[in-house]
């Protein structure tokens, strides 16, 4: 009998069961997709925390032999004060101490820098001469560096411990004097009081886990961050990594070694003068994306970011493997192609990524030389500016706030005017009034244009419309005979008669431009009188040579800051004088304080050291038509003068005398 029926259909299930190995073969795919991707994440971010360490270091170091070259500059200074007073002093002093107490006791007598002084003879003896009279001993140590010092006839340098100074470190500076013969007749010390917070760096903002450590030779905290933590021993500092300790404090020719203990970064470096160890500890922690790098929020977004997308894509293929019906008319699961083709379509909205915004470093290195007034703006935002836009608008960089473009601009038609000549011709050149910091508007002559190789960014150039249309004074005598020989800038006769000439343009119409309010010279500005600080100890401590480079180089400074605008001039010796017109007292001042800021960045090397320099700057407010040349030097010379008596490497503002009215200069 044959059998003509037809074999029933597999049921449903059956199928449900063939597909699930498949489902099961997706969820383990799914798992090693986060596992996979998990450490990706971890690999990813160790390497960064090692790129990061790596820059920790190299800062640390470069920090750490900044810090050990001051200390060393500091007490050779000290040092070579002392061994001068010894070589100007007679041998026959030596054993009268009434005349080194009446020195100590004169008014303006070098060794009134010192604490006091102490003289030791080869039989003993000791005297001891303090300020006003008062008889200050010396302990143990300080005894024994004058003995090591008459008998080896070198000098020493030890520390006092005094706990009840809490301030103030107290060090002992040896010596010896000899006779003509060059045997030692004895040794002179002398105590020098150095204030803590000159020794510790103050660290440029809040860094959380940062601490600078003094120690002198046995491991005693001379300074420390923490003032709670001095005269301490190394050892109760770090008892945990006393052995790592014991290893990196030993000598060694690297001029700066830092290990990690842990997440701390501990450099240590040698001073070779007082044999001290200078320390820096800083904590990482914060630094490293392992750790705080990442706030946890932003973690967990990360996380569960991850795991939708592992979700829907799960979710996608399980529809996508679904066991398809046997029997006919049976529909497709939606969604299960519909889903799979909609997150097809997100993944390139999503992974398109921001245009990587340009190196700004090469622009500011490039920018950082030319004497001309640019900047480089970025998405309405100023990124980069050179100083001369800082002597025309009054925003210096040293000031950290970013400056928004908008900002300037008197109405935002103009700044949108300007945009649509960048879109449609690539470029703009024309006039455009911007507001200064002391809240003045300027009339600027910009040129702007986009680089090729950043569209997103616009390059400025800003010019003075009534300084290009100023006429160069017509010296009545030869040009070379109104130059410096020494730096190239005009002299004093030159300076003076610029100061004429600006009386004469500010009573002259403009001729140059259509809008006489752009071109018209400014009645009202500032004088500045710029004094070199210690020029003549410098060409004492290095050479005449030298002082005359300082005095070449700090003219070329000048001139190039205030190029836009101002009239440079060397006054004689180390003066130097400088004419602002258009700038209010506020703004003058600001660009002093940038040309001191300036001038004291620039440390010159002379036999392998480092030497800072620095200038006193005097301001004055003045009226072309209200005060004479005369006056108006005399009055930022006075200002100089108070600069310097408050310490130097500062700006005073002085007063001009208005007795004498100017006279206009014949034409």
């Known amino acids: 009998m044959i059998n003509s029926s037809k074999p029933a259909p597999a049921p449903l299930a059956d199928a449900v069961t063939d597909w699930r190995g498949l489902r099961l073969l997706v969820l383990v795919l799914a798992a090693l997709v986060l596992t996979v991707a998990a450490f990706g994440a971890w690999c990813l971010v160790q390497v960064v925390d090692a790129r990061t360490q790596e820059r920790l270091v190299a800062q640390q170091n470069t920090e750490a032999d900044l810090w050990a070259r001051m200390l060393t500059a500091r007490m050779e200074a000290q040092q070579r004060l002392l061994v001068s007073i010894a070589q100007g002093m007679h041998t026959s002093l030596l054993d009268k101490p009434a005349v080194l107490d009446a020195l100590m006791q004169q008014e303006g007598s070098t060794l009134r820098l010192f604490d006091s002084l102490h003289v030791a003879l080869p039989s003993g003896s000791i ?37 009840e100074d809490a301030s103030h470190l107290r060090v002992l500076l040896t010596v010896p004097m000899r006779r003509a013969d060059g045997a030692v007749a004895g040794a002179l010390a002398a105590v020098s009081k150095l204030p803590l917070a000159t020794l510790i760096p103050e660290p440029l903002g809040a860094v959380p886990g940062l601490q600078y450590v003094l120690l002198d030779p046995d491991g005693v905290v001379l300074a420390h961050s923490d003032v709670t933590q001095r005269w301490k021993n190394a050892r109760e500092l770090w008892e945990a990594h006393w052995a790592e300790w014991q290893s990196l404090s030993k000598p060694s020719a690297a001029s700066a070694q830092t290990v990690a203990w842990g997440a701390r970064l501990v450099t240590r470096v040698g001073l070779p003068l007082p044999q001290w160890q200078a320390v820096i500890l800083r904590d990482m922690s914060g630094d490293m994306l392992g750790n705080q790098g990442l706030p946890v929020q932003t973690w967990l977004m990360l996380g569960l970011g991850l795991v939708v997308l592992t979700a829907l894509a799960v979710w996608a293929l399980w529809g996508w493997l679904a066991p398809w019906p046997r029997h006919a008319g049976a529909a497709v699961a939606p969604g299960a192609v519909e889903g799979l083709t909609a997150h097809r379509h997100g993944e390139p909205g999503g992974a398109v990524a921001e245009a990587d915004t340009p190196p700004v470093a090469g622009t500011l290195a490039m920018l950082d030389n030319v004497p001309v007034a640019m900047l480089l703006e970025q998405d309405g935002w100023v990124q980069v500016a050179t100083p001369q836009v800082g002597v025309i608008l009054g925003y210096f960089p040293s000031e950290g706030a970013v400056l928004a473009l908008d900002h300037l601009f008197e109405n935002p038609q103009a700044l949108a005017a300007v945009r649509h000549a960048l879109v449609d011709l690539g470029g703009f050149e024309g006039l455009v009034q911007l507001r200064k910091k002391d809240g003045d508007w300027v009339w600027v002559e910009v040129l702007a244009w986009t680089p090729d190789r950043a569209p997103d960014s616009t390059v400025w150039r800003l010019r003075l419309p009534w300084r290009q249309g100023r006429s160069v004074p017509s010296w009545p005598v030869e040009a070379h005979a109104w130059r410096d020989g020494l730096t190239g800038l005009p002299n004093r006769e030159a300076f003076m008669w610029s100061l004429q000439s600006w009386v004469t343009d500010s009573l002259q119409p403009p001729k140059a431009l259509a809008d006489s309010a752009a071109a018209r010279v400014p009645t009202q500005g500032c004088l500045l009188f710029v004094d070199v600080d210690h020029l003549g100890m410098m060409n004492e401590v290095t050479s005449r040579d030298m002082g005359n480079k300082m005095l070449r180089h700090i003219g070329r400074l000048l001139h190039s800051h205030v190029q836009p605008l101002g009239d440079v001039a060397r006054l004689g010796g180390d003066e130097f004088a400088v004419l602002l017109p258009g700038l209010s007292l506020a703004h003058a001042q600001g660009v002093a304080q940038a040309l001191c800021d300036a001038v004291w960045r620039w440390q010159p090397s002379w036999g392998g050291e480092r030497h800072w320099v620095s200038v006193s700057v005097g301001v004055v407010a003045v009226d072309a038509l209200r005060h004479a040349p005369q006056e108006a030097v005399r009055g930022a010379d006075m200002a100089c003068y108070e600069a310097k008596r408050r310490g130097r490497c500062q700006v005073a503002v002085g007063q001009v005398s208005t007795l004498q009215a100017v006279s206009r200069p014949v034409a």
């Open 127 to 163: 005297t001891h001469h303090g300020l006003g009279g008062a008889v200050v001993e010396i302990d143990t140590n300080g005894v024994e560096a004058l003995r090591r010092t008459i008998a080896e006839g070198k000098p020493n340098v030890v520390q006092i411990q005094t706990p």
